[in-house]
């Protein structure tokens, strides 16, 4: 019988008494060193302070490591554990460390201690070497400035290790000795007192003090010799550079009269212009005893806060029998033998002399994004007389701004024909009448207490500010020749609009203003009630809120109706940049960025601090950024232009089609075609028909300021029209409106 005999397996080899992860590495391990010891310093690689780790050079490779004779203890592992090396000669050094300080739960905390005592010590390890930081006081010539100089010298590693063993601050400083001297003390001296010696030569003494720190600041980062002197040149030039861009900005300043703002409209200065401030409540008159002058003036200029204003302002003059013209941002409409051009207060212009020019609505100088046209106007129209129509609280500041053009106004005061009187109570929704104005402050909620009043069986107008104007007029115009029983609108109806209100009946009385909710202010809340009794249409007016509004509504009304009005506290007429300023700052700045000139203009040239300061250019800044990346190619002058356009940037599409227009322009002469044109028509939904008519109004501004690249005008009017229309349609329907669009 035959036995199969099992051969034995092979032994396995026995494991390396030295782990390595390159073998190779074997070979560079001391004589005499025991296994054990090389699993402790293993076991311990991860807060030995003798283990190096590739970030520990400048190149951050293994490759150094390697090259420089080192032993791989451990390779790279996820998360980000670094691999870890040591140099044979420090093996013993790190057994030391482990007897004086033994393996526990409290070596790592303890080493990271001492590395943290060595760095307050101005000790560090840079790659092999320790090195130490030294500073050393240098006296210069110039009025005995004194400056801090940094270096590092190479320590020997002995003592650095015995601290690492046993924690004896002591023990190193005196192992250390004294700081060693720097190297080359004499010849950086020498050039120190060589560089603020060519600064002195500049003779800009009161700025000299800002050099030093400057060059503290290179002395105070350790550097090689050479590094060294050329970083201190860089300086130099750094503010030498910034010296004389000071001293461009100064000139600046007073080249575009800043410190006179008023001197830099010259037509205007040489006039000696007779100037009368009319001043008084809405519903006072005021208004049409300017329109009274003006109508009989030589030729003239009506200047208005709105387009809708500046067609009534036609309207009333051409009534008078006067022709007269109409420009606004997007249209220009001549009359023959216009002797009168009615305008929005953006379009003035500051060139050419006339006769008389009225300015409507002057307390809106203050107001903190358009303030700024209104001090344009009041300073630079070149009118031999000037007509001012504000509130009465506007006439201080407005009288300092004359002063300033060496002008002093008379004052024409004008009273209200009949008083606003608060009713008693709330008035509920159900108890409306014919004349009553609910006033709100969203188109949101406009068009909702529109659809709740309509359910009550009244005819409603509707007034709000994404209206076009020509839709605002005929609701108006409804509501005046009794079409419609009750108007509910917006604040735009203390704006003048001449309206046969009798009740004005406030549904809150807090305003959204971009930001947040607020509460109204004491002019808003008289601009507002001001509406109501219009003189010639009612006997007396009234002024409450609706019962539906907030609680404590009424009684907010109360406190604020018998208040004046008061200008804001230390105002300051706002001032904005005109094509003369952004020429100016470019040629002498050798700028071609927009962007960059306006925020020079914003932020760096100093205004007269007591009278003026910039004002909100946040939108036009965004505009500049923009058309300066994708419309580069168009001239300062065009980019100025375009960055002054009336872009809604709440909407996207908006924001979206002009910097392809702008691109257009830029890269073919032509804006292309105005795409809105096939994507809405007067059957659309109304917040659609709204947005497309910001579209036409946003194209017409920009033909009529790039003659031959936009166009389709003929197109884009008609468009207008039927936009119109098609507005007015919904507004007059019995359909509910306000569920399909928020605020």
């Not at 006033?439 to 949101?444: D, P, Q």
């Not at 509460?519 to 249409?537: D, K, N």
């Not at 032509?670 to 036409?696: N, Y």
């Not at 005008?713 to 229309?725: M, Y």
Request: hydrophobic share 40%; net charge neutral; proline share 7%.
């Amino acid at each position: 019988m035959n036995s199969e005999v099992s051969s034995p397996k092979p032994a396995k080899p026995p494991a390396p008494a030295f782990p390595l992860p390159q073998p190779s590495h074997a070979a560079r391990f001391p004589a005499g060193l025991a296994p054990e010891d090389w699993a402790r310093i293993r076991q311990a690689a991860h807060a030995l302070p003798q283990v190096l780790v590739p970030a520990d050079f400048d190149d951050g490779s293994d490759e150094t490591l390697d090259r420089l004779g080192c032993i791989q203890i451990s390779r790279a592992a996820g998360g980000g554990r670094p691999s870890r090396w040591i140099l044979p000669a420090h093996i013993a050094v790190a057994l030391a460390q482990l007897e004086a300080t033994p393996q526990t739960n409290t070596l790592r905390p303890q080493l990271q201690q001492r590395l943290h005592q060595l760095e307050s010590l101005g000790l560090r390890r840079e790659g092999l070497v320790f090195t130490r930081l030294c500073v050393h006081p240098i006296t210069l010539a110039h009025e005995g400035w004194r400056i801090d100089l940094s270096h590092r010298v190479p320590v020997p590693e002995e003592p650095v290790w015995a601290f690492f063993r046993d924690g004896d601050t002591a023990a190193l400083r005196h192992n250390l000795g004294q700081a060693p001297e720097y190297s080359y003390t004499a010849e950086l001296i020498l050039h120190l007192n060589h560089l603020i010696a060519r600064s002195e030569a500049m003779g800009h003494a009161s700025q000299l003090a800002s050099l030093l720190p400057r060059l503290q600041a290179e002395c105070g980062v350790p550097m090689p010799y050479e590094d060294l002197k050329a970083a201190l040149n860089r300086a130099q030039d750094r503010w030498e550079q910034t010296v004389e861009e000071q001293d461009t900005l100064a000139s600046l300043g007073r080249e575009l009269a800043f410190q006179g703002y008023p001197d830099s409209f010259d037509a205007a200065r040489k006039l000696g212009r007779k100037v009368t401030l009319y001043l008084g409540p809405p519903n006072s008159g005021k208004t049409y005893a300017a329109f009274e002058r003006l109508a009989q003036a030589l030729d003239g200029a009506y200047l208005a806060p709105l387009r809708l204003l500046a067609l009534e302002g036609r309207d009333r003059l051409v009534g008078r029998g006067v022709p007269c013209s109409l420009l606004t941002g997007e249209e220009n409409v001549p009359a023959n033998d216009a002797r009168v051009v009615s305008s929005t207060i953006e379009m003035v212009n500051t060139r050419d002399t006339i006769d008389v020019a009225v300015i409507d609505e002057a307390q809106m100088i203050f107001d903190d994004s358009r303030g700024w046209a209104w001090t344009q106007a009041i300073v630079g129209v070149p009118a031999r007389e000037l007509i001012i129509i504000a509130s009465a609280y506007a006439a201080p500041a407005i009288e300092r701004l004359l002063l300033l053009c060496g002008e002093k106004p008379e004052r024409r005061v004008f009273e209200r024909k009949q008083h606003v009187q608060l009713m008693p109570a709330p008035v509920p929704m159900t108890h409306l009448h014919a004349g009553d104005a609910v006033v709100a402050f969203s188109r949101r909620d406009v068009l909702m207490l529109r659809d709740q009043i309509a359910q009550n069986g009244h005819v409603v107008s509707v007034i709000y500010g994404a209206l076009p104007p020509e839709v605002r007029r005929r609701e108006a115009e409804r509501f005046a020749v009794g079409a419609s029983q009750v108007l509910v609108a917006t604040d735009a109806i203390g704006m003048g609009l001449n309206l046969p209100i009798r009740r004005v009946l406030f549904s809150t009385l807090e305003k959204y203003d971009g930001v947040g909710d607020r509460a109204l202010t004491v002019g808003e809340v008289h601009q507002i009630a001001g509406r109501a009794g219009r003189y010639g249409m009612h006997d007396e007016g009234f002024v409450s809120v609706l019962k539906e509004a907030e609680a404590d509504a009424m009684k907010t009304l109360r406190e604020l109706l018998p208040k004046e009005p008061r200008a804001p506290r230390d105002f300051k007429c706002p001032v904005a940049p005109n094509w003369r300023h952004v020429q100016t700052i470019s040629a002498r700045l050798g700028v071609n960025s927009l962007h960059q000139v306006l925020t020079v203009f914003m932020q760096q040239l100093r205004l007269d601090d007591a009278h003026f300061e910039v004002a909100e250019l946040e939108q036009m800044l965004g505009l500049a950024e923009m058309l300066d990346r994708n419309a580069g190619a168009l001239s300062l002058q065009e980019r100025f232009r375009y960055a002054q356009a009336p872009v809604d940037d709440r909407l996207p599409q908006v924001v979206e089609q002009f910097q392809a227009w702008a691109a257009s322009h830029a890269r073919t002469g032509k804006a292309g075609t105005p795409w809105f044109l096939d994507d809405v028509d007067e059957h659309s939904r109304l917040d659609r028909m709204e947005q497309a008519l910001r579209q036409c109004t946003l194209w017409l501004w920009l033909d009529l300021r790039f003659p031959e690249v936009f166009g389709h005008v003929e197109a884009v009017i008609d468009l207008r029209g039927r936009l119109n229309d098609g507005i007015e349609r919904h507004l007059k329907g019995k359909k509910p409106l306000w569920q399909r669009r928020g605020r």
